[in-house]
């Protein structure tokens, strides 16, 4: 066998080891979901179930509380990646065609500020929300899911603004098309993809969020699902387990089922700007 081909069969090893290392905790959590109450008290003695049982996602989706909470997480995820989209536009196309001084230092600005943890801006986020008289309210949480979403999003945006080209452009100005003209009838359309690969990611991002709900909505029925879970873990007890990792299935299902849906169109739209041209 050829070094090149024991390469590739490490690198395969090492991908399985990683693979199996983030599945395992996914597998017991099914495992434990579809348990009925008696056999949770085996914990690790019985990794398959002996009666398997769906009525633990019966009785998660038939509380009218936790359809609420999936519903605020949907509507929160969903704002707050078409808000970043809608701020991420203009900023990703000047970019991509207005060249400016300092171009290169504001993209990696943007991705610094993509690196720092909603943790770090916690405390002074919910006294400046706490002054503006903000809490409690889900447009405050878009607001910020925006803004942490929209440096990622700007990036992604860039790379497909990049790949479009600029020729179309250029022939619409000749015709007199203005900047915004462009951008809204030739450049969006043909980013079609892009976008909404960026919303996709964005929104999967917003919808794993937990500390900026958590801080800013104090109310149970404002909570999404990641808050509500959470809150609920506090007081749950062995016969209950169950039901918290079916609604810990439930929560995680519908992120995984879209990314996992939209990958190809995801990674066609991340490589588009290395084959331009």
């Not at 290392?21 to 109450?37: D, K």
């Not at 019966?58 to 701020?87: C, E, M, P, Q, T």
């Not at 000749?174 to 009838?185: P, V």
Request: charged share 10%; hydrophobic share 60%; proline share 5%.
């Amino acid at each position: 066998m050829s070094a090149a081909r024991w390469g590739d069969v490490a690198s395969y090893a090492l991908f399985a080891l990683l693979a199996a290392f983030f599945l395992l905790p996914f597998a017991w959590l099914v495992s434990l979901a579809i348990r009925t109450p008696a056999e949770v008290y085996l914990g690790a003695a019985r990794f398959i179930p002996e009666a398997p049982t769906l009525d633990n996602f019966s009785a998660v989706l038939s509380d009218r509380a936790f359809l609420s909470y999936l519903w605020n997480g949907l509507k929160l995820s969903a704002g707050g990646g078409a808000l970043a989209i809608a701020l991420a536009i203009p900023a990703a196309y000047a970019c991509s065609r207005i060249p400016f001084r300092g171009q290169g230092a504001v993209l990696v600005g943007l991705l610094a500020v993509q690196m720092i943890s909603p943790l770090v801006i916690l405390v002074p986020l919910y006294r400046w929300m706490s002054t503006l008289d903000l809490l409690n309210l889900h447009l405050s949480v878009i607001a910020v899911y925006g803004a942490i979403g929209m440096p990622l999003a700007v990036w992604l945006l860039k790379v497909t603004f990049d790949a479009i080209p600029v020729e179309l452009e250029e022939a619409a100005q000749i015709d007199g098309a203005s900047r915004w003209l462009i951008l809204g009838r030739i450049v969006l359309p043909l980013a079609r993809s892009g976008l909404a690969s960026a919303f996709v990611l964005t929104m999967v991002m917003n919808w794993s969020q937990f500390l900026v709900p958590f801080i800013l909505l104090e109310r149970d029925q404002d909570w999404p699902i990641s808050v509500a879970i959470f809150n609920f873990a506090g007081s749950v007890s062995a016969s209950t387990t169950q039901l918290l990792a079916a609604a810990c299935l439930i929560a995680v299902l519908p992120a995984v089922l879209v990314f996992v849906a939209l990958q190809r169109m995801i990674v066609t739209a991340l490589i588009s700007g290395a084959v331009k041209g």
